[in-house]
């Protein structure tokens, strides 16, 4: 098994909402990254958990909140997001530990703030 | 801040032609890997190149991992429509373990029928 799935695949949510991305990885992966991606750019990195520990945030705002329950799932709760937060939210895993580090994506969750 | 040029950034042809696809850094690599995007979903994972020098062949894509492991190219044979979509190149320029990956800025490809 070599998916990545996230729910849900679409999301429409007003600025007081809060509401969370799920993602889950069932190839034995030890580390798990959240990316956004706007239309027409590529991917960027928000999070990255090894070990079901946070090892990388870069200075995404507090409004989104990362969370690894166990190794297999990732969340993303977002709560008073703006407009511009309107993106592809795509979540990848990764073996760990490696010198290289093949990343695989789930298709992502489609997200728009009102 | 590490930069990852990848060009063209869009590129329009004719099915059957051939087409390259270039991924330059100033730094070295410790591994490079190839994604295909369609609209609206992940990236998949194409290929990955680690070692200096390293050819790998998909069908009719062919990747090149430059000597010195700071560049790469992706050639596509005869092109065909299925072919369409966007190409990202994406670094790892650490030692390796849980890092994110850097990418180019991708490119548009439309093979035109």
């Known amino acids: 098994d070599t998916e990545v799935t996230q729910t849900p695949k679409h999301l429409v949510m007003g600025m007081t909402n809060k509401k969370s991305l799920k993602c889950e990885q069932h190839?034995?992966?030890?580390?798990m990254y959240w990316y956004k991606q706007k239309a027409k750019k590529p991917p960027e990195l928000m999070f990255v958990?090894?070990?079901?520990?946070?090892?990388i945030n870069e200075s995404v705002p507090s409004r989104f909140s990362p969370e690894c329950p166990n190794s297999s799932l990732l969340n993303l709760h977002l709560h008073a997001l703006q407009p511009e937060d309107s993106a592809l939210y795509l979540c990848?895993?990764?073996?760990?530990?490696?010198?290289?580090?093949?990343?695989?994506f789930g298709p992502g969750t489609r997200l728009t703030v009102l | 801040t590490q930069l990852l040029e990848q060009s063209p950034q869009f590129l329009s042809i004719q099915e059957g032609e051939n087409l390259t696809v270039y991924c330059n850094s100033s730094?070295?690599?410790?591994?490079l890997q190839w994604y295909r995007q369609e609209p609206g979903e992940g990236p998949v994972l194409l290929v990955t190149?680690?070692?200096?020098?390293e050819v790998k062949k998909l069908k009719r894509l062919t990747f090149q991992f430059g000597d010195a492991r700071k560049d790469s190219s992706l050639h596509i044979t005869a092109a065909q429509p299925g072919d369409t979509g966007l190409y990202l190149c994406?670094?790892?320029?650490?030692?390796?373990?849980?890092?994110?990956?850097?990418f180019g800025k991708g490119t548009h490809l439309i093979i035109q029928p």
């Open positions: 990848a895993s990764s073996q760990g530990g490696q010198t290289y580090n093949e990343q695989f």
């Open positions: 190839m034995g992966h030890r580390a």
């Open positions: 958990y090894s070990y079901e520990k946070l090892s």
């Open positions: 730094s070295v690599f410790s591994s």
């Open positions: 190149v680690v070692t200096g020098g």
């Open positions: 994406a670094g790892l320029y650490s030692g390796g373990g849980a890092d994110g990956l850097t």
